[in-house]
């Protein structure tokens, strides 16, 4: 078989080959910031349990505050596309101003609180926007490969990122391994500059316009159920992250390298879920898929407060629930986007997408919150044995509701949207 005849067919089509090289050279920056920005708070700054928690919730906070306005927004701009090419190089100006101010030996955990807030409200414009540009790009029935690509772009990025990071803050320091996300943003930026997609036509002025993505998501059950369960995961999974680094760098005495290559280990598993998904997908039908996926994200991080012993042990006890968790999370984000960019319509899909981020993102800084408190409160491994426990019992959602009885991917009615005519 020839080279070319073993690439996938949506990376033999321009448009989508670009738009997928920008995604993975960004998702592969955030996981440097994810490992730096902390990192330079813990090593540089010195912050304690209280302010990671903080650090975390103003990063977090724009899923609460901005996905239903944005979604609004978005749902009546001609060309999300641009959109998304500003918010890239917004962000990397945010981000590039930490490596100044450390440089001027200027930088105060108030600037990392207003850049991560920065960088969160420009990634949830990013983020509303993305779907409606997803499905401008890719046929129905290329969703599940699609976001396969994309969520192994994502797991590359998990594979690479914090190995990458690890060393970067070794080495440089952690201000100034941002540089290397910054300019991650900017060759986003390029690819997403030169595609060219026909994207929805924006949604008619009409009565009811802002609050019609979360009145559809309370209506439909299928979604209701998806948002209860991953809601209840994303706060208590960001109680778990808030603590994380804290927790392996302090309490077990981890360096930064070897944080980095448990997280890169673990995204293996991320990318042999993303590989995967297709034929889990086949094989159990798209609900049961979600079912088996956030069991398979959950469990395997009951391991981590059970971590301990002599530091092969721990290590590897480390590496075993990164990778399992990591499977798991894959499979369900295949899962999860396919499902609802086929259930979505388009008059409504930013605003949907809005509305459910909001509803679902907007537990991450509740989390982040409440796991910095329980922290300082405490201990960090109590409070681990709560988010991770937690965790677990958010499957309990889908059961009752029709996604797991749900085979294939449900198809989008348009007509099931109510025209509302401006008052």
């Known amino acids: 078989m020839a080279l070319k005849d073993r690439v996938p067919p949506l990376l033999r089509e321009r448009t ?45 906070l724009p899923a609460l505050l901005l996905n239903l306005p944005f979604g609004a927004w978005v749902d009546r701009r001609t060309s999300r596309r641009r959109v998304m090419v500003a918010t890239d190089i917004g962000r990397a100006a945010l981000v590039l101003s930490l490596p100044v101010a450390y440089a001027l030996d200027a930088l105060t955990l108030t600037q990392l609180y207003v ?49 990458v990071g690890g060393l970067l803050v070794q080495f440089l320091t952690a201000p100034f391994a941002l540089v290397a996300d910054a300019v991650t943003y900017l060759v986003s930026a390029g690819y997403l500059a030169r595609i060219k997609a026909v994207e929805p036509p924006p949604a008619p002025v009409a009565k009811g316009h802002f609050t019609e993505g979360l009145r559809w998501v309370v209506r439909e059950p299928s979604m209701r159920a998806l948002f209860a369960a991953s809601g209840t ?16 760098t302090v309490e077990l005495g981890l360096g930064a390298g070897m944080l980095g290559l448990v997280l890169a280990t673990g995204a293996v598993g991320g990318l042999l879920g993303a590989v995967c998904s297709g034929a889990v997908v086949r094989r159990l039908g798209i609900g049961g898929t979600l079912v088996a996926g956030f069991l398979g994200f959950t469990l395997p991080l009951l391991l981590v407060p059970l971590a301990g012993g ?69 201990g960090l491994r ?17 059961l ?24």
């Open 16 to 60: 989508f080959r670009r738009y997928w090289t920008g995604q993975t050279v960004s998702l592969a920056g955030d996981q440097i910031s994810l490992m730096a920005i902390p990192l330079a708070a813990v090593l540089v700054l010195g912050a304690d349990a209280a302010a990671m928690g903080w650090l975390k919730t103003v990063e977090l």
């Open 115 to 163: 850049v991560a807030f920065g960088v969160g409200a420009l990634t949830v414009l990013f983020e509303v926007c993305n779907t409606t540009l997803f499905v401008a790009l890719v046929p129905p029935e290329r969703y599940v490969q699609a976001n396969s690509l994309v969520n192994g772009s994502r797991s590359t990025a998990w594979l690479a990122g914090p190995g």
């Open 233 to 248: 995961v994303q706060f208590f999974n960001y109680m778990f992250h808030t603590l994380f680094v804290l927790y392996v």
């Open 310 to 378: 002599p530091l092969p042990v721990l290590v590897s006890v480390l590496f075993l629930a990164e990778f399992l968790s990591c499977v798991g999370v894959m499979v369900v984000d295949v899962a999860a986007g396919s499902f609802q960019m086929a259930l979505i319509p388009d008059a409504v899909r930013a605003r949907v997408m809005g509305a459910f981020r909001t509803l679902n993102h907007g537990f991450r800084p509740l989390g982040a919150l409440v796991g910095g408190l329980l922290g300082t409160a405490i």
């Open 382 to 398: 109590p409070t681990l044995w709560i988010a991770t426990v937690g965790a677990v019992f958010a499957v309990l959602w889908l």
């Open 400 to 423: 009752p509701s029709p996604l797991p009885r749900m085979r294939e991917l449900p198809t989008r009615e348009e007509e099931a949207v109510p025209a509302r005519k401006a008052a």
